[in-house]
């Protein structure tokens, strides 16, 4: 196995700007530490599609240019484009009162009007967004006047506002970019109310986002961030040495593009600086438990993978440290998620006695064990741009491999990867939650869609008990009884170890050491630009 490995790191934001572009100075490039007020973002894919209501976008990019009526954050649901609302005894009724005074880039009023257009056009293509359980329970929306907006669900829903709040979908575009008064089946423009705005894009190359000076929050500092697309690894390393690109940031997808040593050698150089959000998902590996045709629709043999992970050697070795040994789904600093569960720590011989006992056996020393006739065979899939994905996959591997267990490893894209989790075409694949802002109701959610988990949770014995208390949890207006139902919740899957933890990770931010503001926002998926500048001397 390689000495060098390499952690969960696609890198998203860069700034400086080759010295080309400036002239006059012998063709160098500019240092990495001086005034600037532009950043040029290295990343491992175009910005794609930036219609907010389909998914195939960069979700950092959509983070800079729309805006959701409320935000997620360390301490709660805080106004955004709505400066305050209400809501009804029964729970049913949302009633917004709209930021007055803002308008989309392209000049359009942001009104109760256009809030009404953009949320009836996601719920008119409902079938694309069944992950996010509000979609199921809007039941009719009113602009009540200019500023006023009411939404009426079908029941209480509790992470209603959490929804509202996220990335995608329930954010909002100018109404003169729809189709024919759709955004299913594509828009005109891209034009949100965001501080930033999309000026230029040449596919698979670069994307310009330009600082919005008429942004309700204040024109951001930082007046132009170019997306810049460049292999991951050593030609990103080159750009961030070169100061071509010097700001990075872990993007929407968790692959690689650095190793933990060349952003050690970045920090040890002076130039830049290296900050680390708290854990904010955790990477796990998803067994198929609803795959009767599979080894991992046994109990047991999940339970035998759990056991033969190595989390302090991947978490000390292939992330250097940089990402926390997982022993739960959720970390505590997760709501709802400090529940006492049974341990499982690296254990090779107890993963042995649970295969043993489950009738697997192994007829020769290093043999693979079979039973009726069936060999312990399994497919591991893993993102093919996500190089510490094949690290773990190979420990992981060549540990199960002395118990017994073949475990090929196949490398896809990740938007082939996400069709297999939807289609139930796997045995184990590489995932990921989603992240504190959306956790533990979008993760456990989805743990019912055909989209995302089902295939995952759908053979075990107590799915109709787990499927009725998600249905419970998210409607319940009582704070002591959704601690409960998720208690039982957590302590379900786990039991069943069909979502197989391995690391908490964070987002890993390189910039330079003149950059200023930079922070966190309660997603894993997008930086808060706005915020940042760089300090002058």
Not at 7 to 21: D, H, N, P, W
């Amino acid at each position: 196995m390689k000495k060098r490995m390499t952690v969960l790191f696609s890198l998203i934001v860069s700034t400086a700007l080759l010295a080309g572009c400036a002239g006059g100075n012998g063709g160098k490039a500019k240092s990495a530490v001086g005034p600037q007020n532009e950043l040029i973002y290295a990343t491992a894919k175009d910005i794609n599609d930036m219609n907010p209501h389909l998914y195939p976008g960069s979700m950092p990019a959509q983070g800079m240019v729309y805006e959701s009526l409320v935000e997620n954050t360390k301490e709660g649901i805080k106004p955004l484009l709505a400066e305050s609302w209400d809501i009804s005894p029964d729970g049913k009724v949302y009633t917004f009162h709209l930021r007055k005074g803002v308008t989309f880039h392209d000049g359009e009023p942001f009104n109760a009007e256009a809030v009404k257009m953009n949320i009836d056009a996601v719920q008119r293509n409902a079938s694309k967004h069944s992950w996010i359980k509000l979609s199921t329970h809007i039941v009719s929306t009113k602009a009540i006047d200019e500023h006023t907006f009411e939404l009426v669900l079908s029941e209480p829903y509790y992470p209603a506002l959490v929804e509202l709040s996220m990335t995608r979908p329930y954010v909002f575009i100018s109404p003169k970019n729809f189709i024919n008064g759709e955004t299913k089946d594509g828009v005109t423009g891209y034009n949100g109310t965001g501080p930033y705005k999309l000026t230029e894009h040449k596919t698979d190359q670069y994307a310009v986002f330009e600082a919005n000076v008429n942004y309700w929050g204040g024109a951001p500092k930082l007046k132009k961030i170019t997306s810049k697309v460049l292999p991951a690894g050593e030609t990103t390393l080159l750009a961030l040495r070169k100061g071509e690109v010097n700001f990075a940031f872990t993007d929407d997808r968790g692959a690689d593009s650095i190793d933990v040593e060349a952003m050690n050698q970045l920090q040890a150089s002076g130039e830049y600086q290296v900050i680390r959000s708290e854990p904010m998902n955790t990477k796990m590996i998803v067994a198929n438990s609803g795959n009767t045709e599979s080894p991992v629709h046994e109990r047991a043999v999940r339970e035998a993978i759990w056991y033969s992970v190595d989390r302090e050697t991947i978490s000390q070795q292939i992330f250097s440290g940089t990402e926390s040994v997982a022993d739960t789904l959720f970390s505590k600093n997760v709501n709802y998620a400090d529940v006492e569960l049974k341990q499982r720590g690296y254990d090779l011989e107890k993963a042995e006695r649970l295969l043993d006992e489950a009738g697997w056996i192994q007829e020769t020393e290093g043999g693979i064990r079979t039973k009726d006739g069936s060999p312990l065979a399994l497919k591991l899939y893993y993102d093919v741009n996500a190089s510490s994905q094949k690290s773990q996959g190979e420990l992981i591997q060549n540990t199960l491999k002395n118990i017994g267990v073949q475990l090929d490893l196949v490398g896809e894209e990740s938007s082939s990867i996400a069709n297999r989790r939807s289609t139930g075409e796997y045995d184990l694949l590489f995932n990921q939650t989603w992240g504190l802002a959306y956790d533990p109701q979008s993760t456990v959610s989805a743990f019912t869609s055909e989209a995302s988990y089902y295939h995952t949770t759908s053979g075990i014995a107590q799915k109709d008990e787990l499927y009725q208390k998600i249905d419970q949890v998210m409607v319940s207006t009582d704070e002591e009884t959704r601690k409960s139902l998720y208690a039982d919740i957590l302590t379900i899957v786990h039991d069943e170890a069909v979502f197989i933890p391995i690391t908490n990770g964070s987002i890993t931010v390189v910039g330079p050491v003149n950059l200023q503001g930079v922070s966190f926002k309660q997603t894993q998926f997008e930086l808060p630009f706005e915020q940042m500048y760089f300090e002058t001397k």
